[in-house]
């Protein structure tokens, strides 16, 4: 897989539009956008268009979200070097590349062998590596790994899943989509106290669905 001046060019524009047209202020953000090819997660017949804010199929069904989804829930975040992170829904790895960009420590899960399987050896094409990476159900977390400073869900829940504000330490956030009808709702909770979050209301995305694990 090339990265050429041509791909790095259209990164730049593509921040320069993060940046004025979205909002995105986080410069970490913006910086690890500028460093990941996003062009290595998609299908051959896109990659024309892999700097566009659009989000592509990927293998199973499933999407790369929006390069802007991206940014917004990664600045949402409030990501720190050494962070330790558990990111629900691997996908086609391009977020989890740009949260090890962001000098993250990086767990992550995902349901679909097909996707597991391709996202891992992504990362040893590209020399990067998560800290642990599962096939299994997002839902039940990673308790043997917790608690962790942040976590991200990148598919929508019909349901909050309890099991991950467990997993989460107090003072960490967890940015997650909500609801199960055609758009979702970005919320965020902050762990105040063993019991207690806040929750902010972020706006409305397109998220594919979080689903119980494959093999139940
Ligand atoms: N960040 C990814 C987004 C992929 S879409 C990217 O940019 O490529 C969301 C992913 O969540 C899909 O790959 C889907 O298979 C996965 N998913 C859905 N339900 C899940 C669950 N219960 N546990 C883990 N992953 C799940």
């Known amino acids: 897989m090339q990265d050429s001046f041509l791909h ?24 690890a956008i500028d460093t990941v090819p996003r062009h290595f997660f ?6 024309d268009y892999a700097y566009e804010d659009r989000a592509f ?17 990664t600045e949402l975040l409030e990501i720190e070097r ?5 990111e629900i ?7 989890t590349a740009v949260l090890i960009a962001m000098g993250a420590l990086v767990y992550t899960i995902e349901r679909q062998k097909g996707l597991y399987d391709f ?3 992504m990362f040893k094409k590209m020399n990067i590596s998560p800290i642990h990476q599962a096939f299994g159900d997002g839902f039940e977390g990673l308790p043997f790994f917790a608690p962790f400073d942040k976590i991200i869900v990148t598919c929508g829940a019909g349901e909050l899943p309890m099991a991950l504000l467990r997993q989460l330490r107090v003072g960490g956030k967890m940015v997650i ?8 709702v970005l919320y ?3 762990k105040i106290s063993p019991t207690e979050f806040e929750k902010e209301q972020f706006g409305l995305y397109k998220f594919v669905p979080m689903l119980g694990n494959i093999n139940k």
């Open 188 to 190: 965020r909770f902050t």
């Open 8 to 31: 790095k060019g259209k990164r730049r524009i593509l921040v320069k539009y993060l940046k004025e047209k979205i909002g995105i202020k986080d410069e970490r953000v913006l910086a």
């Open 57 to 73: 199929p990927i293998a199973a069904g499933q999407t790369i979200s929006h390069p802007s989804t991206v940014a917004e829930q």
């Open 42 to 47: 998609m299908e051959s017949v896109f990659l």
């Open 82 to 86: 050494s962070d330790k992170i558990l």
């Open 119 to 121: 996202s891992k050896q």
């Open 177 to 184: 989509p909500l609801g199960v009808e055609e758009e979702q």
């Open 89 to 95: 829904g691997t996908g086609s790895g391009y977020q």
